[in-house]
C-alpha cells in the first residue's frame, strides 16, 4: 500500500484536470475526499472487483399523490412510470412569462392542456432523491430562484380555492410550496413538462 506522501502535487493536479474535463466541481473532489466509503468503491472500479452503473429513477405517476392536510386534489393527471432524467424535462413559459408579464394561473392552467405536464408525484420523488436535481434548476439566467411548478397534479385547499405546488432551491435545502390559480405567474414559474 502506498503512503499518502507518495502522492505528489503533480499527480494531484493531473487529477483535477481529468475532473474538470468531465464536469467534476471543487466540491465534488473535496466530498469524494472526505468519504472513505466511496474511495473504496471506486478503487474496486479500478481493480476491477467492482462496476459502476447510473441510478435508475423510476417513479409512478399513476399512484395516488401526497395530499396536504386539510385539501384534496382535484385534479391528477396520471403518466405511468417514468424514468426520470432531467434533460428530458423543459421549462414550459407562456409568451406573456417570457416577454417579462404575467399570466393568471387560470389562463396558463389553459395553455398547459395539451402539455405533458409532470405532475406531484414527480415533485415528492425529487424531493426525496434530491441528487437527481440538477443545480441549474435552483435559478433562471437572470439569477431568480426558480419556482417549478407540477401541473399535473391540482390541489382544492380547504377553503375552496385550487392551488398547484412548486418545487424551490431556498438556498440550503430544495423545499415545495405551492400557489393559487388566480395570482400571477412570472418569468421564474416555469412549468415543468417533458419534452417532446
Partial sequence: MANSSEFGVGLMHEIAI???KVGYEPKDIANLSKDENLM??????LKGTHEIKAVEHAIDCDSDPFIPSGWKVEEHQKGGIIKFDASKVSF?????QKSGSS??????????KNKKVLNANV???????PKAI?????KDENGNTR??????????????????????????EWDWGSFWL?????SYNPSAVLAS
Avoid at 473504496?40 to 472500479?45: A, E, Q, T
Avoid at 399570466?103 to 398547459?112: A, F, P, S, T
Avoid at 440538477?134 to 435552483?138: A, R, S, T, Y
Fill in 123 to 129: 415533485l415528492d420523488y425529487l424531493l426525496a432523491n
Fill in 92 to 96: 414550459y413559459l407562456s409568451k406573456k
Fill in 147 to 172: 419556482y417549478i411548478f407540477f401541473w399535473g397534479t391540482i390541489y382544492r385547499v380547504s377553503v375552496g380555492d385550487l392551488y398547484v405546488r412548486f418545487l424551490s432551491w431556498d438556498g440550503g
Fill in 40 to 45: 473504496k468503491l471506486v478503487y474496486g472500479v
Fill in 18 to 20: 481529468t475532473a474538470s
Fill in 182 to 186: 388566480g395570482g400571477d405567474f412570472v
Fill in 103 to 112: 399570466i393568471e394561473g387560470n389562463k396558463l392552467r389553459e395553455e398547459l
Fill in 134 to 138: 440538477p443545480d441549474e434548476w435552483k
